[in-house]
């Protein structure tokens, strides 16, 4: 952009009244290919408005810019800013999501490649649907355990999103499919070609097939690039390998492509996004400029002098050093608990402390790298009657993997639980609600005679998919029926897994191992039980007392409970970090390569970076009833890269300390849009 069109632009914003020097920067770079590093709380958001409104004000035209985010939200927030500021002058950019803009595209051009411009967009369950259609059509195997059509769904994606072929993926993510990948790989080219038939559309070719078209048809291509003289990203650091092509083949003929990001805050990889995307930008487009954004606007100092010596660890990244716009506050607590127990009774206390100082539930979260951590904090919150609500998936007993093998228990113990039974067997393949209702005829008719438990079972006869697992549930049952002899809950559970449910899990589930971890925690918790009738007692009444609060209670005065991937982007006036420990947070899986123990420390990173006025990092000494591996605890080397002048070591009874006012309420995105 010429100097003269510059000083002839009639400014209406005061850009240097409304960003900070470094925003500034960014928001009136000259063009060509800019990397905008936003620390975490510094306003990438109000960065990327402004620099839309600054295009427009010199000379842009509207449609000139394509604005590509991850949400529809976030699109609506920004364009809806810039029309706030420059009224219908805004009018026509095209911004949106990845998928909406490929929507876009392919609404126009769709013929070309082999589609119907009224062509369908499939939803989970239409894709659902139409992959356990053409399995069927395919005549995958019967005698092994095939993944379910929601699994494929999974694999089929990870795949079309990394470039992994899907003998690779199921060999490094998926190694229980292994001996099926062939029949998985011609699913997928039957499915593809299904597609095609039916003028339908996946998620994933919303990318795919743009990229086709553009690749393919270069003079489609040309006209979009001609178009397209200003392309900037939110959030490239969650980039796939599809995403940054895209952005590439849109954005390479006039060369002004701004990405924003945090590498620091990559952290999906296990869903296909790209790290090197982000960390590689300025070899990829040579003379690309980056800018530095690293004033936060959320957090006290001392959450900031934490946050950078966490993430100094990282050898792969963009250096920063976060600097705190507020003033006051005290140091982050370190808690060195003795069990897993009493860290969940420390974390209570201080909500307790908390709120009568004042906070509201609702300022307060405790983050978690699992699910199956939050196990023993909802147990406490629950025994305190402290209201709580969980982000990061059910209530734990309301899980459908645990209530599953609830079902087992239940059933063994009492053959009269005709619920249990149906909830039970339909788990096999093949069973239907008719096939229970023989089924539980049966087996009732038997159970009532007084027969031996295992005989009953194998009175029934389940349908010829199911001979093979129904003979083993038998089995299974018998062994565990206490009418045979009287089995410790968590020995139970155990069998249940080995014997029948962890198969099912692998077929059904694509996060089957996050499901392994909550039922070796179920176990875990099931050892202080002395026998099945007071373990599934105890489930029951903690159940109960869960959704009846729920039922009853409509006020969303409640803590937030949540996994630290989905708590990025929001914030708390107060945030626990709860099990640091090595083999829990970084996860266990995550020390086998370098990449990964990486992405675990920007994980850290990004929970430790959500908290404003108050930060406690939370580890037991001793897991009780851990089940597997070894109860004692090592705590975690992202705690132990901190200095320790950093922490403060709370006393049992200290109360935490009242930090500054800070600007918002809580659990909301970034306030300094």
């Known amino acids: 952009m010429g100097a003269a069109a510059l000083s002839a632009a009639a400014h209406r914003i005061d850009y240097g009244a409304e960003l900070n020097e470094q925003q500034l920067a960014a928001v009136t770079s000259p063009g060509g290919a800019s990397l905008v590093i936003a620390g975490a709380g510094s306003g990438k958001t109000r960065t990327l408005t402004y620099r839309v409104a600054w295009l427009l004000e010199n000379g842009v035209k509207p449609w000139q810019i394509l604005l590509l985010t991850f949400t529809n939200k976030a699109a609506r927030e920004m364009t809806g800013r810039v029309s706030e500021l420059l009224g219908p002058d805004a009018d026509g950019i095209w911004g949106g999501t990845f998928h909406s803009i490929g929507n876009r595209i392919l609404r126009r051009h769709a013929d070309v490649i082999g589609f119907k411009p009224g062509f369908s967009i499939l939803d989970r369950e239409d894709q659902s649907d139409l992959l356990k259609a053409v399995a069927n059509d395919v005549g995958v195997p019967r005698d092994k355990r095939f993944p379910k059509p929601d699994v494929l769904a999974e694999l089929f994606s990870l795949s079309s999103n990394t470039g992994d072929p899907l003998d690779v993926l199921v060999h490094d993510r998926f190694g229980y499919f292994e001996g099926i990948s062939d029949a998985i790989i011609s699913v997928r080219a039957a499915y593809e070609k299904r597609k095609v038939a039916a003028n339908a559309m996946d998620f994933d070719d919303l990318l795919i097939r743009t990229n086709q078209l553009l690749r393919e048809h270069p003079e489609i291509g040309e006209h979009y690039r001609e178009q397209f003289r200003h392309v900037l990203v939110d959030e490239y650091q969650d980039t796939n390998l599809v995403q940054a092509e895209l952005v590439h083949m849109l954005g390479s003929k006039h060369g002004n492509i701004m990405v924003v990001g945090d590498d620091a805050q990559s952290i999906y990889s296990w869903r296909g996004a790209n790290f090197e995307n982000i960390l590689k930008f300025p070899d990829r487009y040579a003379g690309a400029q980056t800018y530095r954004i690293e004033t936060n606007y959320r957090s006290v100092p001392g959450i900031l002098d934490v946050a950078n010596a966490a993430i100094k660890g990282n050898a792969r990244q963009f250096e920063k050093n976060l600097r705190a716009w507020r003033k006051q506050g005290g140091r982050p607590a370190l808690a060195e608990t003795p069990t897993n127990n009493d860290q969940a009774a420390y974390v209570a206390q201080q909500i307790l ?140 559970i155990e069998t249940v897994m080995e014997a029948v449910y962890e198969d099912y899990m692998k077929a059904e589930f694509a996060n089957y191992e996050n499901r392994r971890e909550d039922l070796r925690t179920l176990a875990g918790y099931a050892r202080q039980f002395a026998s099945l009738e007071e373990f599934l007692a105890q489930i029951a009444l903690l159940t109960n007392v869960d959704g009846a609060g729920a039922r009853q209670d409509t006020d969303t005065d409640r803590v937030v409970l949540s996994s630290v991937h989905q708590a990025k982007g929001l914030e708390w006036r107060a945030v626990f970090v709860i099990w640091l420990t090595e083999g829990m947070f970084p996860g266990s899986r995550s020390l086998e390569k370098p990449e990964s123990l990486e992405e675990e420390r920007r994980l850290f990173y990004v929970a430790i970076t959500r908290g404003r006025d108050h930060l406690h990092l939370c580890y037991p000494l001793i897991r009780l009833n851990s089940g597997y591996g070894e109860p004692f605890q090592r705590r975690s080397r992202f705690v132990a890269e901190i200095p320790a002048h950093l922490l403060e070591k709370p006393g049992a009874d200290e109360a935490p300390r009242p930090a500054a006012a800070a600007p918002k309420k809580s659990g909301q995105r970034d306030w300094w849009y």
């Open 353 to 492: 402390e908390l709120n009568r100082q004042g906070l509201e539930f609702r300022e307060m979260a405790v983050l978690y790298r699992a699910h199956f951590h939050s196990m023993e904090i909802q147990l406490e919150l629950t025994r305190r009657g402290i209201p709580f609500e969980v982000t990061s998936g059910l209530r734990f007993f309301e899980q459908a993997h645990v209530k599953d093998v609830a079902a087992f228990l239940k059933f063994a113990l009492n053959p009269s639980d005709e619920t249990a039974f149906r909830r039970m067997v339909r788990l096999l393949p093949g069973v239907g609600e008719k096939t229970a209702d023989s089924l539980w005829n049966i087996v009732k008719a038997g159970a009532e005679s007084a027969a031996p438990f295992g005989e009953v079972l194998r009175m029934a006869k389940p349908p010829a998919r199911a001979a093979k697992v129904w003979e083993q549930l038998a089995a299974t049952l018998d062994e565990i029926a206490p009418e045979r002899k009287p089995v410790a809950p968590d020995l139970a």
